[in-house]
């Protein structure tokens, strides 16, 4: 344990309301939705206990709770909110709205298999498929990566005037119950100063928001965005390099398990990195050269580091819990358009591995490089369950 | 009673084989069984009636009925029964969820309903919690209701769903308790009957994130006056009454939405040869 932390028993969930506690927001809207109520649970009862002074809203629907982080935001105020699932796709069209206004909003996903038919289970397909929504997405595996990534998040958020999301897979990390490191105040306050943003309600600068614009002004929106979203890989780096300076828990957009030498390099996202590491560690001893690249920002996509990670590496496996119809899985379509036209890129292989919650032990990960890692990848979909 | 005069169906031939998962003592086993017993005394076959839900503890409904069912997603219900009863005007659709789904995430739905006034009932199993999602406050909830998830109650005015349905156009309001199966079956009997929009509240209890409700069965009461057509009467009623009157309050004499359009059959041959490929 670092510094003056404190030690606690807690599930991913609760770890995110801890990390909620500690950026002192001002506002946060939230719906109830399984797997995601343990967060405004948590968040409830820490504010009843005067630990939270946020205002706590329960509106009617998710596409409310976003509708009034996005005008709670941009009066300049820190806002959270969580969601899942259903609840996140139902906000879809203010996703789009937030990171058009520009409204700084931190939310918490839970990573669960979108109706229908209906189920409970971890499968990132819900955040995925808000890819072209303007949001940042961070990918966690941990709870104590939860807690720190929330943090991290507003930070980022903030500077870049973006909205961040971050997911963690229902019930393998939204549930697990871990100890975590729960930082002190004043070590957040240092990490994370309140919010002053340039866009807020103010006579001084008198803005009206959302009006419609002509062509050129509305492409020139666009442009902006993407300028902002050109310095997020760095912000990302900056705050996870400081985050590890005050904790001594680093974190970057990328994140390299054994990969030195490796002859395979397993890539993947969220809890299943948590596995892929055990597999590894089993293959190692065994002297397989494998490796894991863990890919924590996935918008936006930290192409040029992945250009240079993966150049040289004969084969990568692509593991995706998800699954985009008539295409196979995001994460692997991403990793193909992310490394075209690469010298020495590696024969990638996409796997469609515990969709829909489906377990995936370590046992069945060394499986799975034993059997492709000789082979030419295939242009459809691989089911491997 | 000789065979022919034998009623046609039972209310079990209403139930279908999957066993709730429902807490012990829940209210909504008594509104499945109502509304069993209100088929099978209506006599509709079951292959003519249509269960439609959203999400939550209640909406689970469709799956114990037998009949057609559509589990849909959270807050819908009532968009999908209108579609459904556009395309087949000779099915009963019976409409079916909880105060969270219908008057949260669905409420906007629940007046247009009312409005447009097309010829389905709405059950709600009204518990004034979000049972499914574990206990928090709804719209119907009281405002001093103090619990771990609403710490010293929400202090918001609950929602008048029965005046609101009145305001809005619906042809036929009634509230019955889940734990009366007897008054409600003949309430749904006759919901299920009047043309247009008919609204049901059931007041159901949550035992689970509400044991206070076991205590309604000692305060509901039969309303004291009789039911009336005129919505202001109806309403001025319900504004002042104390939540737990029971009975059927307004059936109204609105003309309910016309369906234009394609001609439904329930004539199974004429189906077969609709939809042969
Ligand atoms: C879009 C969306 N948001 C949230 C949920 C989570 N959710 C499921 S049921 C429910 C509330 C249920 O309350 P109610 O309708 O009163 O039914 P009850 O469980 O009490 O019968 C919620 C919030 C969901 N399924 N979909
Ligand atoms: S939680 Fe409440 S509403 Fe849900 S089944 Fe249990 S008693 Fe019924």
Redesign the interface.
Same mark, same amino acid.
């Given at each position: 344990m670092h510094g003056n932390a404190n030690g606690l028993l807690l599930s991913g969930n609760h770890a995110v309301a801890h990390g909620v506690r500690l950026a002192r927001p001002d506002v946060i809207p939230v719906y109830p939705i399984t797997p995601q109520t343990p967060i405004l649970e948590k968040i409830t009862e820490l504010q009843a206990e005067g630990q939270i002074a946020a205002e706590l809203l329960t509106p009617e629907s998710e596409h409310s709770a976003m509708s009034a982080c996005i005008s709670a935001s941009l009066t300049g105020a820190r806002v959270f909110t969580a969601t899942s699932s259903q609840g996140l796709l139902l906000m879809h069209e203010l996703l789009h709205y937030a990171s058009g206004a520009r409204a700084s909003i931190v939310m918490c996903n839970v990573n669960r298999t979108p109706a229908a038919p209906w189920g409970f289970w971890p499968d990132q397909l819900d955040s995925l498929a808000q890819r072209d929504t303007g949001w940042i997405q961070l990918y966690s595996e941990t709870p104590q990566e939860s807690l720190d990534s929330v943090i991290q998040a507003f930070r980022v958020a903030e500077t870049a005037r973006i909205p961040v999301m971050i997911s963690h897979d229902a019930f393998y990390v939204s549930h697990a119950v871990e100890p975590v490191d729960v930082p002190s105040q004043s070590l957040v306050d240092e990490f994370l100063p309140a919010f002053r943003s340039d866009i807020r309600l103010d006579t001084e600068i008198g803005r009206s928001f959302g009006a419609p614009n002509d062509q050129a002004n509305w492409n020139r929106s666009r442009r902006e965005l993407d300028a902002s979203m050109q310095t997020v890989n760095d912000l990302v780096i900056d705050a996870g390099r400081d985050w590890g300076a005050l904790t001594g828990r680093s974190y970057g957009p990328l994140e390299f398990y054994r990969t030195e030498d490796a002859e395979v390099v397993i890539v993947t996202m969220g809890s299943m990195c948590g596995t892929v590491r055990d597999a590894v560690d089993e293959m190692r001893d065994k002297g397989v050269a494998v490796g894991m690249l863990k890919v924590r920002l996935f918008r936006p996509l930290p192409v040029a580091a992945l250009r240079e990670a993966l150049a040289g590496v004969p084969c990568a496996l692509v593991l995706d819990r998800n699954y985009s119809p008539g295409t196979g899985g995001v994460l692997h379509q991403e990793l193909k358009s992310a490394l075209y036209g690469l010298a020495g890129a590696p024969r990638l292989h996409g796997l469609l591995t515990g969709v829909g919650g489906v377990n995936v032990a370590p046992g069945r990960i060394e499986q799975l490089v034993s059997e492709f890692s000789g082979k030419e990848p295939v242009v459809g979909p691989v089911w491997v369950e | 009673m000789t065979a022919h005069t034998a009623p046609a169906f039972k209310a079990s031939d209403y139930k279908s084989d999957i066993k709730p998962v429902w807490c012990p003592g829940c209210g909504d086993y008594h509104v499945l069984l109502s509304v069993t017993r209100a088929l099978a005394e209506l006599g509709r076959r079951p292959e003519d009636v249509a269960c439609i839900s959203g $999400?939550g503890c209640s909406s689970r409904i469709p799956a114990y009925v037998n009949c057609y069912g559509f589990?849909g997603?959270? /807050?819908r219900s009532l968009p999908i029964g209108t579609g459904l009863k556009v395309a087949r005007p000779d099915l009963t659709v019976l409409v079916a969820g909880g105060d969270g789904d219908g008057f &949260? $995430?669905g /409420?906007n739905h629940f007046q247009h309903a009312c409005r447009r006034n097309i010829d389905i009932t709405y059950i709600v199993m009204d518990n004034r919690v979000?049972g499914?999602?574990?206990g928090? *406050?709804s *719209?119907t909830t009281e405002p001093d209701w103090d619990s771990?998830? &609403?710490? /010293?109650g929400?202090g918001l005015s609950p929602f008048h769903p029965l005046v609101i349905a009145l305001a809005s156009g619906a042809n036929f309001v009634a509230r019955t308790f889940s734990g009366d199966p007897n008054r409600t079956t003949e309430v749904l009997v006759e919901a299920i009957k009047h043309p247009g929009f008919s609204f049901v509240q059931i007041l159901s209890p949550c035992v689970t994130f509400r044991p206070d409700e076991r205590g309604w069965k000692d305060v509901v009461h039969t309303a004291a006056v009789e039911e009336t057509d005129d919505p202001a009467r109806a309403a001025r009623r319900i504004m002042t009454d104390d939540g737990f009157n029971i009975g059927i309050l307004y059936r109204g004499n609105r003309a309910p939405y016309k369906l234009t359009g394609r001609e439904a059959t329930s004539d199974t041959d004429q189906l077969g040869e609709m939809f042969a490929i």
């Open positions: - | $999400i589990h997603v959270h /807050g &949260s $995430i /409420g979000y499914m999602t574990k928090q *406050p *719209p771990a998830l &609403s710490p /010293g929400t």
